[in-house]
């Protein structure tokens, strides 16, 4: 996957246009957490997320928290984890994504860096159903190396 202008897989530029465009006003949270879910590359738990610099200065984990359920609500921010677990974010792809693996142990989330199988199923479905515009979110759950050994 390509890169956007400051180095990211995912343009907060883009995020943020896509925003404005399902009604979000752009505000200093709305482009502090999608910046620094750019930056992270990788989904993020709340926790950590609320201690980046950017947005530690502008917003508190009750608005932070909220303001990333607006942005799920929109489907630019993917919540990742078991509910027993901090859940993790991420920037949603238009056109793209990436699948997961996570720790039913520690709750640790990391991309499952393998080709996805189920694009192939995606385009029977559609073939056989008629639905158009299918996307899926693939989440495999076990036991990392840490939690098994």
């Known amino acids: 996957m390509d890169r956007c202008k400051h180095g990211h897989f995912v343009c907060a530029d883009t995020v943020l246009a896509r ?20 930056e992270a ?3 993020i738990p709340l926790n950590e ?10 917003c508190d984990r009750t608005t932070l928290f909220r303001l990333l359920n607006r942005l799920g609500e929109h489907g630019l921010v993917r919540r990742l984890g078991l509910h027993k677990r901090a859940a993790y974010f991420t920037l949603a792809m238009p056109g793209g994504h990436h699948d997961y693996l996570i720790c039913r142990e ?6 499952l860096e393998v080709e996805c199988p189920v694009q192939e199923l995606e385009k029977e479905v559609a073939k056989v159903s008629g639905y158009t515009d299918l ?12 939690c098994h050994g």
């Open 41 to 43: 590359g990788t989904p």
């Open 19 to 38: 925003a404005k465009e399902g009604g979000l006003r752009r505000t200093r949270a709305l482009e502090a957490v999608v910046e620094a879910l750019a």
């Open 135 to 146: 996307y899926h979110e693939l989440e495999i759950y076990g036991l990392c190396p840490n």
């Open 106 to 111: 520690c709750g640790s989330v990391e991309i």
């Open 49 to 58: 997320l609320e201690k980046k610099p950017s947005v530690a200065g502008v």
